[in-house]
């Protein structure tokens, strides 16, 4: 063949389709990704971090949504180790019973990572690393905000009621724990009733309904596991004629628009910082576990605390 100008242009042009072409590209990534659900604002923030982390990063993400059920997440989990995905990635519903479906991943050789939530496992090779927050310390900070406060009333008692996440999950237990060590020294905070709310707005409503039958003007205080459960119950306190933030102090967890909103009505008096958005720590890691890296195995998340004086300013900082 002579090397005509043509020829050379033709050459050029088939050499930089075969790059291109999907069979000659490297493989992209598969991470398939089990969801809790979509039961919060949190969530709704959490899964949009993901998916677009994943689409920026030219990541194939199978995405499952469990509707806040374990056996539909163990279930997602088997199909993606039949599919053969490269990681495997869930935000667990509950702590315990992840056993067996994760020794199934093991001996498939599929890598898991965790986020948001923890699970409880008698073997902790079962997981590559863990990527979220510190639901304890959420609870800390929260029952510390209260103590503060306590400290400007000192004769006064607070009968607090509790609205707590899902049963069995890992931020219910935690964040339970962390507020209660955070109020323990102190006589004058008590918890009268404390009850699931799923951590959903619906629940919160329902549950405080619940409290406020029984208990009425003897509550001072409510503390939520999450901003939507508070939202919800904020609700019910004004159907039942107080003022939220006043009669009744709300304190929650997570730090969403909504609760910024909220706050800036005089409804809510604190939300403890929750951050969803994983996305591209989640991505980074899988990236890194696929290339064979050593990562770590608790990776953790910078949170604040924001009480209801800087929540206009704070507004429009806000990215969930
Ligand atoms: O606080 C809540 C959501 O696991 C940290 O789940 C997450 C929690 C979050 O439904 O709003």
Same mark, same amino acid.
């Given at each position: ?13 088939? $050499?930089?389709?075969?790059? $291109?072409?999907?069979?000659? $590209? $490297?493989?992209? &990534? ?43 997440? /163990? ?18 519903? /509950? @702590? ?5 479906? &994760? ?10 990572? =965790? ?30 905000? &209260?103590? @503060? ?13 509790? =609205? ?99 706050? %800036? %009505? ?10 969803? =958005? ?43």
């Amino acid at each position: 063949m002579r090397l005509t100008r043509r020829n050379l242009l033709g050459a050029a042009m088939a $050499a930089t389709l075969v790059a $291109a072409s999907p069979a000659f $590209a $490297a493989k992209p &990534l598969t991470i398939g990704f089990s969801q809790v659900g979509a039961e919060s604002e949190w969530r709704t923030a959490n899964t949009a971090s993901i998916k677009d982390a994943a689409r920026k990063a030219g990541v194939n993400l199978k995405f499952a949504d469990a509707q806040q059920r374990q056996e539909n997440q /163990v279930k997602a989990i088997r199909s993606f180790i039949a599919q053969r995905v490269d990681v495997i990635a869930f935000s667990p519903v /509950v @702590e315990s019973g992840w056993d067996t479906v &994760l020794r199934e991943a093991k001996a498939a050789k599929i890598p898991v990572i =965790l986020t948001d939530r923890a699970v409880k496992v008698s073997d902790p090779s079962l997981f590559v690393s863990f990527i979220g927050s510190d639901f304890v310390e959420e609870g800390r900070r929260a029952g510390r905000w &209260l103590a @503060e406060h306590q400290k400007k009333n000192p004769n006064r008692g607070y009968n607090i009621v509790e =609205l707590q996440g899902t049963v069995g999950s890992a931020p219910a237990l935690d964040r339970k724990a962390g507020f209660l060590e955070a109020i323990a020294a102190n006589p004058k905070l008590k918890i009268i009733r404390s009850q699931t709310g799923d951590f959903t707005r619906a629940k919160g409503k329902e549950v405080m309904e619940a409290f406020l039958k029984s208990e009425g003007k003897n509550i001072n205080v409510l503390y939520a596991h999450n901003d939507d459960m508070a939202i919800g119950a904020i609700q019910a306190i004004e159907e039942a004629g107080l003022k939220p933030g006043k009669d009744i102090l709300v304190v929650s967890i997570d730090g969403v628009k909504g609760a910024f909103e909220a706050m %800036m %009505m005089g409804k809510l008096n604190v939300t403890v910082e929750c951050n969803p =958005l994983l996305g591209p720590q989640l991505i980074q890691t899988a990236q890194a576990v696929k290339a064979g890296q050593a990562v770590p195995k608790r990776i953790t998340v910078n949170e604040g605390v924001f009480p209801a004086e800087v929540a206009a300013k704070e507004f429009p900082n806000r990215q969930y």
